[in-house]
């Protein structure tokens, strides 16, 4: 064997057979087959070697261990066995069993050396008795197996991890590719992730929301109801699921459904809790809209039909004769149709502020000059024009029932425009004059809700109405985008 054998792969797992052989290196005499024939007879496999370039290639290809007289380490290619031990993994350390040759006073610099190079060795003075060699010998050899089956569970763990790293990077992957809050806590509840979008949302810092750190991010009306529902499903293992107002990393608290469903082993319990967040802002504020929408319609047809009855009387009363209050009863009420037909016509994108004044207040003016309207013909987008409109039948429907068109020679006042300001901001006024004395109702109605509310909400500003004695005002203040939202 003049050439270096080529190492085994060192991901490859060495057979039982190889692992528990043990490699012999005796050249004087019959030691070589005695050795060999004692360790078969005690059932382990021996393998003769004449030289240390054999001995080297039985290493590359993985042995037991190596039982070798003192002598040989003096024959020539030692740098073969050198390198097969230096080419080994780091898992791998092989047992030499040398037999020596005395004491160690006799040995020389080179053998302690040679014998040194071994690093893993053990000295036995011949003579030596065959039970003493093969005790040294099975406690190599388990050793040896030791080595390997460390190794194994080395490799599991490693590839344990690696699977787990994988895992993990898809989930994260798919957690923050999703458009949904997304987060996990421990079976008693402790969060302790959020993905990506949970941080974008809410503008906190990683481990802000960590354990309970979570509940300050509610509005506050909504922190107790959504502590008692996940405390509830802490303790029953139920489903999660309820709706609040989360901070939003802008400061508005934004509605969102909370969902949580808990992840159990075989025998049922509770390992992790997985939910979501689902922005549902937009969804309740539209819902929160109709409803408010429906009792307007609801009120708004009582309003219209008290109006008609008011219109009627007054015609009737003011009439010469009955062909005159005919006449007068049929324009208005079909004035008041016109009206009711822009206030519902769902195909405007946007029209002028001007037509809407007009249209909204055309029922209600009998042309006896009460009312005073003024300001420039702006562009008003199809929502906003739709709620200016139902605020105007609301004021009107009042100051006919206890204000300003109530008594004779009230009037009302109605004037827009946009600031000359910095911010350029829209500005809509009503006032009333001339009727009775005003007082401050005792309780907020739905009209006066609708107008403050309903309407500011479309034109992103801020209403509010005034009760003075000498007659009701309303003002609106919006940002001049406002209009056209």
């Known amino acids: 064997m003049n050439e270096k054998a080529a190492p085994a792969d060192p991901d490859e797992d060495a057979s039982p057979d190889i692992l528990s052989s043990v490699a012999?290196?005796?050249?004087?005499?019959?030691?070589?087959?005695v050795a060999a024939q004692l360790l078969e007879k005690d059932g382990i496999p021996a393998v003769i070697v004449t030289n240390l370039k054999e001995l080297a290639a039985v290493i590359y290809n993985r042995i037991g261990a190596v039982l070798?007289?003192?002598?040989?380490?003096?024959?020539?290619?030692?740098?073969?066995?050198?390198?097969a031990l230096a080419a080994q993994p780091s898992w791998s350390d092989v047992p030499f069993i040398v037999l020596s040759n005395g004491t160690v006073r006799h040995r020389s610099d080179e053998a302690a050396r040679q014998m040194d190079a071994l690093q893993n060795a053990v000295l036995l003075s011949r003579p030596l008795h065959a039970e003493e060699l093969l005790r040294s010998v099975r406690s190599a050899l388990t050793a040896r197996s030791r080595q390997h089956d460390a190794r194994r569970r080395m490799e599991e763990l490693q590839l344990r991890e690696r699977q787990l790293y994988e895992s993990e990077a898809k989930f994260h992957a798919i957690a923050d590719s999703v458009d949904q809050m997304i987060w996990s806590t421990r079976p008693d509840g402790y969060?302790?992730?959020?993905?990506?979008?949970?941080?974008?949302?809410?503008?906190?810092p990683e481990g802000a929301t960590y354990g309970e750190g979570?509940?300050?991010?509610?509005?506050?009306?909504?922190?107790?109801?959504?502590?008692?529902?996940?405390?509830?499903?802490?303790?029953t293992g139920e489903p999660y699921e309820v709706e609040y107002r989360l901070r939003h990393h802008s400061g508005e608290y934004r509605w969102v459904l909370g969902r949580a469903q808990p992840v159990r082993d075989e025998d049922g319990t509770i390992l992790r809790w997985y939910g979501s967040c689902t922005d549902i802002h937009e969804i309740k504020m539209a819902e929160q809209q109709r409803q408010l929408m429906l009792g307007e319609m609801n009120h708004r047809v009582k309003n219209t039909l008290a109006m008609v009855n008011v219109m009627v009387s007054q015609t009737l009363r003011q009439a010469d004769n009955m062909e005159d209050a005919q006449a007068s009863i049929q324009s208005r009420i079909g004035m008041m149709a016109r009206a009711h037909d822009q206030l519902i016509n769902a195909n405007w994108t946007e029209t002028r502020i001007n037509e809407v004044v007009r249209a909204a207040l055309a029922p209600h003016r009998t042309g006896e000059g009460r009312f005073a309207m003024g300001g420039?013909?702006?562009?008003?987008?199809?929502?906003?024009?739709?709620?200016?409109?139902?605020?105007?039948?609301?004021?009107?429907?009042n100051a006919t029932k206890y204000g300003a068109l109530s008594a004779e020679g009230g009037k009302i006042g109605v004037e827009w425009g946009i600031a000359d300001d910095d911010e350029q901001s829209f500005h809509f006024g009503w006032t009333e004059s001339g009727g009775p004395p005003v007082q401050k109702p005792?309780?907020?109605?739905?009209?006066?809700?609708?107008?403050?509310?309903a309407l500011a909400g479309y034109f992103?500003?801020?209403?509010?109405?005034?009760?003075?004695?000498?007659?009701?005002?309303?003002?609106?203040?919006a940002p001049h985008t406002g209009l056209t939202l």
């Open 460 to 477: 992103n500003g801020v209403a509010e109405l005034t009760y003075e004695p000498a007659g009701l005002k309303f003002r609106l203040v």
């Open 191 to 204: 969060h302790d992730y959020y993905n990506q979008r949970w941080h974008d949302f809410t503008g906190v």
């Open 24 to 33: 012999v290196l005796a050249p004087r005499g019959r030691d070589a087959s």
């Open 68 to 83: 070798i007289t003192e002598e040989a380490l003096s024959q020539s290619g030692t740098g073969s066995l050198h390198d």
């Open 442 to 453: 005792k309780r907020s109605g739905f009209g006066s809700r609708m107008i403050k509310q």
């Open 376 to 397: 420039p013909d702006l562009p008003i987008g199809s929502k906003q024009a739709l709620a200016l409109t139902m605020a105007l039948h609301e004021l009107s429907t």
């Open 214 to 235: 979570w509940n300050d991010m509610f509005h506050p009306d909504d922190q107790e109801n959504a502590w008692a529902v996940w405390r509830h499903s802490l303790e």
